[in-house]
């Protein structure tokens, strides 16, 4: 089973987050966050809601996600007749382009803090 740091970096990838970026939402430092990450320090209720609204999911979305939901429903048959594509290409489309537009707004979060 994977560690919850494991899982929120793959949730902060599929949002198109960086550490940084989710360090400066949580009010610490990149190294304090980097460690959450890689489960190199325990994260309390606290933290773990921070990070979901800023993931914009629940904290029980971030416990339970397992990325095998999303990335193994699609299957291909032997002889290639049948291609089943599950929800999770709607999921992937709408994680996208939420991703695009996060992407738009640190880019704007970065200027304000280069000026």
């Known amino acids: ?6 899982k929120i970096r793959q949730l902060r990838e599929l949002k198109g987050y960086t550490q940084d970026y989710m360090a400066h939402q949580m009010g610490i430092s990149q190294r304090a966050y980097s460690k959450i990450e890689n ?6 209720w606290d933290k773990l809601t921070k990070v ?4 914009e999911i629940k904290p029980a979305d971030i416990t339970n996600f397992d990325d ?7 299957t291909q048959e032997q ?6 594509i599950n929800k999770a290409s709607e999921l992937l489309i709408q994680q996208f382009q939420e991703r695009i537009q ?10 304000n803090q280069l000026k």
């Open 102 to 111: 996060h992407l738009e707004q640190e880019i704007e979060f970065l200027r």
């Open 79 to 84: 002889a290639g007749k049948n291609l089943t």
């Open 68 to 74: 095998n939901l999303i990335f193994n429903h699609c």
């Open 52 to 55: 979901s609204e800023i993931l």
């Open 39 to 44: 489960n190199e320090t325990r994260i309390n």
């Open 1 to 6: 089973m994977k560690e919850i740091g494991s």
